[in-house]
């Protein structure tokens, strides 16, 4: 999970993982990420992979079930058809670069 500066302090506490144990935030994986700071450049977007890759190199898989990608439609989802007429939950589209 990722979390912002707005919930830091609800997220990270002891009684919010035992209201809501989900096994990643039971099992502290999750990491800060800094949405909230209205930066717009490549040097903030680094800073951002580093924060979230340091806290996250370490992550264990939690989940036992086997996933694979799906086959998006041609020409790929804008988000209107994303959200009305796309993936069902639990897919994710399979990665087509465009040339």
Not at 8 to 34: C, G, M, R
Not at 35 to 58: C, D, F, M, P
Not at 81 to 87: C, D, F, K, N, Y
Request: proline share 4%; net charge neutral.
């Amino acid at each position: 999970w990722l979390y912002d500066d707005r919930v830091t302090l609800d997220f990270i506490s002891e009684s919010f993982a035992q209201a809501w144990p989900h096994k990643a935030v039971v099992n502290k994986q999750y990491a800060y990420f800094p949405a909230n700071a209205r930066i717009y450049s490549y040097r903030h977007a680094a800073e951002i992979l580093t924060i979230v890759g340091q806290s996250l190199k370490n992550a264990q898989k939690l989940e036992m079930a086997t996933t694979q990608c799906t086959k998006s439609a041609e020409g790929g989802y804008s988000g209107s058809v994303h959200r009305s007429a796309g993936m069902d939950p639990g897919q994710y589209a399979c990665y087509e670069p465009i040339s």
